[in-house]
C-alpha cells in the first residue's frame, strides 16, 4: 500500500509557540490531503481539506488563523498551530488521497502535540 | 449531512471466535462508499474493508466481511477466527463522492474491540 508519513510524531511546546506538523506522501503524488483532529478515546474530526497549489477548506467552527494549512506540493502539507494553548493539545492525523473519486485514503502515524 | 452511527462503545471477543460490530448511517444519496477501518494501538488508522453502494454483494477481505443492508442503511463487520491482533479501535466511516478528490469521510464514534485468550 502507499505510505504517507508524518513528522513530528510528538511534539511538546510551551503556550503561546507555533508548531508545525508536516504530513508527506512518500510513493505517490497525493491530489488531496486532509487534516483531522482526535481527542482521547474519540473519533476523528475533520478540520481541513488541503489541495495542492490551493488553499484549504476549513470545516466550520475550525480556525483558520489558528491551524495554517499549506499543501505546496503533490507529496507535502503542512499544518502549523499558531499561538498554541493547551486546549491545542491533541493528536492530529493527516491522510492523503492518490488518486480516483472514492480512492482509498491512507493516513499518518498522527502526531501528538502537547501545549505546556 | 450524513451521520453514522456506532452504538456498541466497546465489545470483547475470545480468540478464534467470531464477532460482529455494527454501524448505521444516514443519507439521502443513492451511491456512496462505507468502510471500516482499524486504529491499533499504535494509532495509525488501516483500511480492514470497504464497500461501494452500488454493488449489491458484500465485500469480504480474509477473516474480515461485512453486511451491508442498504435499504436499512446498515453496514456491520463480522470478524471471524479473532485473532489478539485484531484489538484496536474500530471506526465505520461514510463517503459521498460527489465531492470528487476532495470528498471526505465521515466518522463513527468508535468501537473499542478487545480479543482475550
Known amino acids: 500500500g502507499a505510505v504517507v508519513s508524518q513528522h513530528p510524531s510528538r511534539v511538546i511546546c510551551k503556550s503561546g509557540t507555533s508548531v508545525k506538523i508536516e504530513c508527506r506522501s512518500l510513493?505517490?503524488?497525493?491530489?488531496?490531503m486532509f487534516w483531522y483532529r482526535q481527542f482521547p478515546k474519540k473519533s476523528l474530526m475533520l478540520m481541513a481539506t488541503?489541495?495542492?497549489?490551493?488553499?484549504?477548506?476549513?470545516e466550520q467552527g475550525v480556525e483558520k488563523d489558528k491551524f495554517l494549512i499549506n499543501h505546496a506540493s503533490l507529496t507535502l502539507s503542512t499544518l502549523t498551530v499558531t499561538s498554541a494553548h493547551p486546549e491545542d493539545s491533541s493528536f492530529y492525523i493527516c491522510?492523503?488521497?492518490?488518486?480516483?473519486?472514492?480512492?482509498?485514503?491512507?493516513f499518518g502515524e498522527g502526531s501528538r502535540l502537547t501545549v505546556l | 449531512a450524513q451521520t453514522v452511527t456506532q452504538s456498541q462503545p466497546e465489545m470483547s471477543v475470545q480468540e478464534a471466535e467470531t464477532v460482529t460490530l455494527s454501524c448505521t448511517y444516514d443519507?439521502?444519496?443513492?451511491?456512496?462508499?462505507l468502510f471500516w477501518y482499524k486504529q491499533p494501538p499504535s494509532r495509525q488508522m488501516i483500511l480492514v474493508i470497504r464497500?461501494?453502494?452500488?454493488?449489491?454483494q458484500n465485500a469480504t477481505e480474509n477473516r474480515f466481511s461485512v453486511n451491508f443492508q442498504k435499504a436499512a442503511k446498515s453496514f456491520s463487520l463480522k470478524i471471524s477466527d479473532s485473532q489478539l491482533g485484531d484489538t484496536a479501535m474500530y471506526f465505520c466511516?461514510?463517503?459521498?463522492?460527489?465531492?470528487?478528490?476532495?470528498?471526505?469521510?465521515?466518522f463513527g464514534t468508535g468501537t473499542r474491540l478487545q480479543v482475550t485468550l
Open positions: 491522510s492523503a488521497r492518490r488518486d480516483r473519486v472514492g480512492g482509498e485514503l491512507f
Open positions: 510513493d505517490f503524488q497525493a491530489t488531496t
Open positions: 488541503s489541495n495542492e497549489g490551493s488553499k484549504a477548506t476549513y
Open positions: 443519507t439521502s444519496e443513492s451511491n456512496y462508499y
Open positions: 464497500q461501494e453502494a452500488y454493488k449489491q
Open positions: 466511516a461514510f463517503m459521498n463522492p460527489l465531492g470528487g478528490t476532495a470528498s471526505k469521510l465521515t
